[in-house]
């Protein structure tokens, strides 16, 4: 596994200097071998100057939050970070690869949670590259390997957990968003880390039932809900009872047998749970009539 090594390169305003000076030191040479006529110092003095050209084509740019990896003949010689203007070796062969936070959305996946489900899902993952030794020689394409790792760890994830909770304290997708966006994070890490590429931040942009079971599912969630509803009614309602009972038994006002106790339980509780508001009766006779 090749590891990222950074490079120093000298600055490429002093080497313009340098080559500039030596550039007319070259034409001079040239100019006086001309005059006296010297074949020998006039050659000399044209491979001096092609020199300078070829030493001219090491300089290149480095801009900020941007890496140059540097190769001769193949072999890896480095990382360039420095921004500015730089000069290598000219025979230096120079790549250029962003180390900027990038993000990608991977497209909506259709895949069964594990419940059997079909959902659709899918994410945002924030990423940057921080070793670009591995970014360059460890994969082929290292953009689309992020694209086809995130996307294959947004799937695996799906049919780990289901889509809602069936009990308390359930993992689900869509009820522990952070739980499931730190296990995205921490599964998409380690798929990229062999790439030399950091997961910033990773998290489902859309989650939602496949359209051909959407219809029913809704009509369970609804149904679930007013279930859950119907409970908190039933509990309060049986606490509102309760505490009439308790009142009437200690004010001593009234005296209810069993029977009258249970009939005054039920009308309550008629009139508390009952999805519409109830048609008081009035009894103008005794209690017992």
Same mark, same amino acid.
């Given at each position: 596994?090749?590891?990222e090594s950074?490079r =120093?390169?000298?600055?490429?305003?002093?080497a313009?200097?340098v080559?500039?000076?030596v550039f007319?030191?070259?034409?001079?040479?040239?100019? /006086?071998?001309?005059?006296w /006529?010297?074949?020998a110092?006039?050659?000399? $003095?044209?491979?001096?100057?092609?020199?300078v050209?070829?030493?001219?084509c090491?300089?290149f740019?480095?801009? &900020?939050?941007?890496?140059?990896?540097?190769?001769?003949f193949?072999?890896?010689?480095?990382?360039?970070?420095? &921004?500015?203007?730089?000069?290598?070796? &000219?025979?230096?062969? #120079?790549k250029?690869?962003? %180390?900027r936070?990038?993000?990608f959305e991977?497209?909506?996946l259709? @895949?069964?949670?594990?419940?059997?489900?079909p959902?659709e899902?899918?994410a945002?993952i924030?990423? #940057?590259?921080?070793?670009? $030794?591995?970014?360059i020689?460890?994969?082929?394409?290292?953009e689309?390997?992020v #694209?086809?790792q995130?996307?294959?760890?947004?799937?695996?994830l *799906?049919?780990?957990?289901?889509?809602? *909770?069936?009990?308390?304290?359930?993992?689900?997708?869509?009820?522990?968003?952070a739980? @499931?966006a730190?296990? %995205? #994070?921490h599964?998409?890490?380690?798929?990229?880390?062999?790439?030399?590429?950091?997961v910033?931040e990773?998290r489902?942009?859309?989650l939602a039932?496949?359209?051909e079971?959407?219809?029913?599912?809704?009509?369970?969630? =609804? *149904?679930?809900?007013?279930?859950?509803?119907? =409970?908190?009614?039933?509990?309060?309602?049986?606490g509102?009872?309760d505490?009439?009972?308790d009142?009437?038994?200690k004010?001593?006002?009234?005296?209810?047998?069993?029977?009258?106790? $249970?009939?005054?339980v039920?009308?309550?509780?008629? @009139?508390?749970?009952a999805?519409? /508001?109830? =048609? &008081? @009766?009035?009894?103008t006779?005794?209690?017992y009539?």
């Amino acid at each position: 596994m090749i590891r990222e090594s950074e490079r =120093q390169a000298p600055s490429g305003l002093g080497a313009i200097v340098v080559l500039l000076v030596v550039f007319a030191l070259c034409a001079y040479a040239f100019r /006086e071998a001309v005059r006296w /006529e010297s074949v020998a110092a006039g050659i000399a $003095a044209v491979l001096c100057a092609l020199a300078v050209v070829v030493a001219a084509c090491g300089l290149f740019v480095v801009n &900020p939050n941007e890496g140059r990896v540097v190769q001769l003949f193949g072999a890896y010689r480095g990382t360039v970070r420095d &921004p500015g203007l730089r000069w290598a070796n &000219p025979f230096f062969t #120079k790549k250029r690869i962003s %180390l900027r936070v990038r993000n990608f959305e991977s497209a909506r996946l259709k @895949v069964n949670d594990t419940d059997g489900n079909p959902i659709e899902i899918a994410a945002v993952i924030v990423w #940057k590259v921080v070793d670009t $030794a591995e970014a360059i020689f460890e994969v082929d394409d290292y953009e689309n390997y992020v #694209k086809v790792q995130s996307e294959a760890a947004v799937r695996n994830l *799906a049919t780990r957990y289901p889509y809602d *909770a069936h009990e308390e304290h359930m993992v689900s997708l869509r009820g522990s968003t952070a739980e @499931v966006a730190k296990e %995205l #994070k921490h599964e998409i890490h380690e798929r990229l880390a062999k790439a030399g590429v950091e997961v910033i931040e990773a998290r489902l942009s859309h989650l939602a039932y496949a359209s051909e079971i959407a219809a029913a599912m809704l009509r369970r969630q =609804q *149904a679930g809900a007013i279930i859950a509803a119907r =409970q908190k009614i039933v509990e309060g309602a049986v606490g509102m009872v309760d505490m009439a009972l308790d009142l009437l038994a200690k004010s001593q006002r009234v005296h209810l047998d069993e029977e009258r106790k $249970a009939a005054m339980v039920s009308n309550l509780l008629v @009139v508390l749970c009952a999805d519409r /508001e109830a =048609q &008081p @009766v009035v009894n103008t006779g005794t209690l017992y009539q």
